[in-house]
């Protein structure tokens, strides 16, 4: 069965810190792993992916993840968070083979001025 | 390409309507799929369907009906609006291609009173 969990579901940080959403998974096959991005009224997003290619994960607006199989981890990082970054995070499992796709219930950033 | 619309953006109902949010993409997307969205809970997916023709349950279907008769449209029913209802619904295809990439509508908003 899959499975994904979002550690935090709201983490607060100052403009121009690091930003940390962590997202652990569990799958019985090689899964693939998505960031989305919601901002405020608006659809979701892709962030970034992974799909068995590097494991580390560069994706849009400075944000990137590691997959990490040991760890059964999957977390976004950011060298430097900006006011804009303001959203709601949601990490995603997949398997394509029987379309399962597993939304984790999301993580709320809050920027601090 | 307009890639996933969805109409319509807001809509008030009374307990006991029916109504149909649509759902369009000009993608050539095998999959496409609907989503409620509530506050703590992530998204749950309601129906989706692997191709025109064919259709399935997802996690929350109950009071809710689907119909894939062609590729591009894939439309969601509410038979008989209840006030549990009430939410943010998404649209979502993945491309033939199948890596597991959602490509969101920009979500319709349902009250229902």
């Known amino acids: 069965a899959q499975s994904v969990t979002q550690l935090d579901s709201h983490v607060s940080v100052s403009e121009g810190t690091p930003v940390l959403l962590r997202c652990n998974y569990s799958?019985?096959?090689?899964?693939?792993l998505f960031w989305y991005v919601q901002h405020p009224n608006k659809g979701l997003q892709l962030l970034l992916k992974?799909?068995?290619?590097?494991?580390l994960v560069k994706g849009i607006n400075g944000f990137e993840a590691e997959f990490k199989k040991s760890e059964t981890s999957f977390h976004l990082t950011k060298p430097s968070a900006h006011m804009s970054d303001a959203a709601e995070y949601f990490c995603v499992v997949s398997r394509i083979r029987d379309d399962k796709i597993i939304f984790g219930k999301g993580t709320r950033l809050h920027i601090l001025p | 390409n307009a890639g996933v619309t969805q109409t319509p953006k807001f809509q008030v109902l009374k307990t006991g309507q029916s109504m149909t949010l649509q759902c369009a993409q000009d993608m050539n997307h095998e999959y496409m799929s609907w989503y409620r969205q509530d506050p703590g809970m992530g998204l749950r997916l309601i129906h989706y369907s692997v191709g025109a023709g064919i259709t399935d349950q997802g996690e929350v279907p109950n009071g809710y009906n689907v119909s894939r008769s062609t590729t591009e449209d894939f439309p969601l029913r509410l038979l008989s609006a209840a006030p549990s209802q009430t939410s943010v619904y998404f649209c979502a295809s993945i491309p033939r291609s199948n890596t597991g990439e959602l490509f969101f509508g920009e979500g319709s908003r349902l009250t229902v009173l």
């Open positions: 799958s019985s096959y090689s899964p693939s």
């Open positions: 992974y799909t068995s290619a590097a494991t």
